[in-house]
């Protein structure tokens, strides 16, 4: 018998240390974000009436910084952490490691700047310009890199469990995250995406729903695989649960991004595929909470006890809450209820507070004083935080739930004549403010203890006596070796490219199907001569659209429901937003749909709606725009805007490109003459007011246009074949 070669190593301590810092840091700020936007919707006055602090500028910062910042962070700690442990070795490099967390930091400070200055690509958690785009692939192929060396050094055969999430998610979200980013520059901080419309909306919601699924949930799956046996010194309930929760899920999950569209202009086909896979999620996420809360059976009196086990079952038991609703909304007839509403909204969070925040506490509390060598300073103020963070998030969720349910019943009340009861959108928002504000104090329970964690994990580090760098021995093992009798599964643990390649292929499968044929498909999206292009002002005053952060507020589609219809007008169709980059069908109406605003107010309307919302709809929770009315808009990269457009296929013209500047300034001279009638100096015409003007009063004109023609033409027919 060959004598078993032992090696000595060390684990990179650091590493997991600088992220826990930073989750701790930025997990403050983003759950104070947080907070301030709530409050923003209780009372408009929170805006403060600065361009930097508005609802729509805040929000996708908010979102940002909670799930790239907070959890991001908190996910990089516990993996690096994590899979030393489990492979027996260090890290591959020291020095890729240190890249990888100052690299991050970095582009959570570029979001923190490039966001408040309204620089967005306003895509749902895709917001970031493309030089902040191409520094997250950079910086995540080296977390890749780092992470992969390591498995390769390893000096465990298998990998454990905890690792097959850690491979799906690093290799997904780079997939996710290329396919979504695809944008052409026109200057350093502005792009247009290579998708429009319905390709822009399946693409988007192809990665908005998986970065859900693969940032905060499949790395999650993996710290629990980890930090629950762990704390609780027990083993996985079962290993073969595992297995089929892993694949199951990597699978099924990649299909369900459609469900975020469902009842709009993308093909039934695309829509009943996402709804069904979304229901299949109910098999591996209930599986993965039934073997994550059975690894504590014989435990639970520790759980009672122990803050760490208290927050990881809490943690587990609102993953299972949060997709058991999921699959629920994904149901058609009750998405027609509850998409648009704040009921979403509460959905969202019982998953990143309940199952994110939650499970990240346990494994702050966890690590901290394992890393310091202590004891945790302070049992009672952990117990204090999490009555704090459950209580504040019940209020939270229960806010949400009623708002959205009166919400939709509200807007979908018909009466007996077959006219709209609340036909005035401000009524049911002056309905569910008192919401907000329990919403508001919700949040403030949960800010108020995270901030007791980071007190008690302060004193806990503070109370160490200063740690040594430790040595581990382990014997050193033959990759390519395969121990006899092995098969199946257990052969393919050792077997990690191989793992990887059938991770990757598993979930590239659904994506390929359900948006391949959107972009190769020219019947896809129907054609509609009488659809125009945006013209160059338009152009101008979209992208101050974009800037200001509206499409947080208001949606652009109208769905085929009666209610709907007698709200806003036709159902929108696919043709009307083929030249729309990025789309903007929205996934939330905190105002009403503005898909067909053009034409219904005058542009004196518009313009007092931005001066003072509360002048033309009283009781309004938009926040004023006083800045829109000083700052002169710029002209002289129009040029260069309809250059890039015409690149992805806008069909703008030469001579177009050439007279755009004179175009836009012919017609915002046109709009302040109209508006010097009412008092309106015509030096307003430079100010950015007049381009969104002309941008909301052109929103669904020419598929209005298009529909009468078609009627026309309909009723024409009839009365010759008569």
């Not at 492979?87 to 700047?113: C, E, P, T």
């Not at 994110?356 to 506490?361: G, P």
């Amino acid at each position: 018998m060959s004598e078993v070669k032992m090696e000595k190593f060390k684990y990179d301590e650091d590493l997991p240390k600088l992220f826990v810092y930073a989750t701790i840091i930025w997990g403050f700020i983003a759950l104070a974000l947080g907070v301030t936007v709530a409050f923003q919707l209780a009372s408009w006055k929170v805006n403060l009436g600065m361009e930097w602090t508005t609802f729509g500028r805040l929000r996708p910062l908010h979102t940002n910084a909670a799930i790239f910042a907070f959890v991001g962070n908190a996910m990089f700690a516990g993996i690096y952490y994590s899979t030393q442990r489990l492979v027996k070795a260090r890290l591959f490099s020291d020095f890729l490691g240190r890249v990888h967390f100052w690299g991050w930091q970095l582009i959570i400070v570029a979001a923190a700047i490039s966001l408040p200055l309204g620089l967005s690509q306003a895509k749902e958690y895709a917001e970031l310009e493309w030089p902040i785009d191409i520094a997250i692939a950079v910086v995540w192929i080296i977390f890749a890199i780092n992470f992969f060396g390591t498995l390769a050094r390893r000096r465990e055969k298998h990998i454990y469990v905890s690792i097959w999430f850690y491979i799906a998610t690093i290799i997904t979200v780079a997939l996710l995250h290329v396919v979504n980013a695809i944008s052409l520059p026109v200057d350093l901080m502005k792009s247009y995406p290579v998708y429009a419309g319905v390709q822009d909306a399946l693409v988007q919601w192809w990665y908005g729903h998986n970065a859900v699924a693969f940032f905060l949930t499949t790395p999650f799956l993996g710290l629990m695989y980890y930090f629950i046996p762990k704390a609780a010194n027990r083993p996985v309930y079962s290993y073969r649960l595992s297995i089929i929760h892993f694949w199951s899920l990597v699978f099924i999950y990649i299909w369900a991004g459609p469900h975020h569209l469902l009842n709009t202009a993308v093909p039934d086909w695309v829509q009943t595929t996402g709804m069904v896979f979304s229901i299949m999620l109910w098999m591996p996420s209930w599986g993965g909470m039934i073997n994550g809360l059975l690894t504590l059976r014989g435990a639970w009196d520790k759980v009672r006890t122990d803050p760490v086990l208290k927050f990881l079952a809490t943690s587990v038991t609102f993953y299972g809450m949060a997709t058991f609703e999921g699959p629920l909304l994904a149901i058609k007839s009750v998405s027609a209820m509850a998409h648009y509403t704040d009921w979403i909204v509460g959905h969202v969070h019982s998953g990143t507070i309940g199952w994110n925040y939650m499970m990240i506490a346990g494994i702050l509390y966890y690590l901290v004083p394992k890393m310091y060598n202590t004891k945790l300073y302070s049992v009672k103020l952990a117990n204090t935080q999490f009555w704090l963070a459950t209580i504040g998030l019940l209020l939270y969720m229960m806010a949400m739930w009623t708002a959205g349910i009166t919400q939709s019943l509200m807007w979908s009340a018909i009466d007996e004549t077959g006219k709209l009861v609340y036909p005035n959108f401000i009524e049911t928002v002056v309905r569910i403010v008192p919401m907000y504000w329990v919403r508001g104090i919700g949040g403030v329970l949960v800010l108020v203890g995270f901030i007791l964690m980071i007190y008690n994990l302060w004193k806990t580090a503070k109370s160490s006596d200063g740690v040594q760098e430790h040595e581990y021995m382990a014997p050193a093992i033959d990759h390519s070796h395969t121990e006899p009798g092995e098969s199946g599964h257990r052969k393919l643990e050792g077997l990690t490219t191989l793992f990887s390649i059938l991770t990757f292929l598993a979930v590239l499968v659904g994506g390929v199907v359900e948006i391949v044929p959107s972009l190769i498909s020219d019947k896809f999206v129907e054609k509609d001569a009488n659809i125009k292009p945006y013209s160059p002002l338009e152009i101008v005053g979209r992208d101050i659209f974009i800037k200001e952060g509206c499409y947080t507020c208001h949606s652009q589609h109208v769905r085929p429901m009666a209610d709907e219809i007698l709200r806003y007008g036709a159902a929108s169709r696919a043709s009307e937003s083929v030249y729309d980059r990025p789309f903007q069908w929205g996934s939330r109406r905190i105002g009403p749909d503005i898909a067909r605003v053009g034409g219904k107010y005058n542009d004196m309307w518009h313009y007092r709606h931005m001066l003072d919302p509360r002048e033309v709809t009283p009781k309004s929770i938009m926040p004023v725009y006083p800045w829109l009315f000083k700052k002169k808009y710029d002209l002289k990269s129009l040029p260069k805007k309809l250059r890039v457009m015409q690149s992805l296929g806008v069909p703008y013209s030469d001579e177009e490109i050439a007279s755009s500047i004179d175009s836009a300034s012919k017609q915002a001279f046109e709009i302040t003459k109209g508006l010097s009638a009412d008092g309106v100096d015509m030096n307003m015409q430079s100010k950015e007011i007049i381009p969104l003007i002309a941008y909301l009063q052109r929103l669904g004109v020419d598929g209005a246009k298009s529909l009468k023609m078609q009627e026309e033409a309909k009723a024409k027919e009839e009365n010759q074949n008569d």
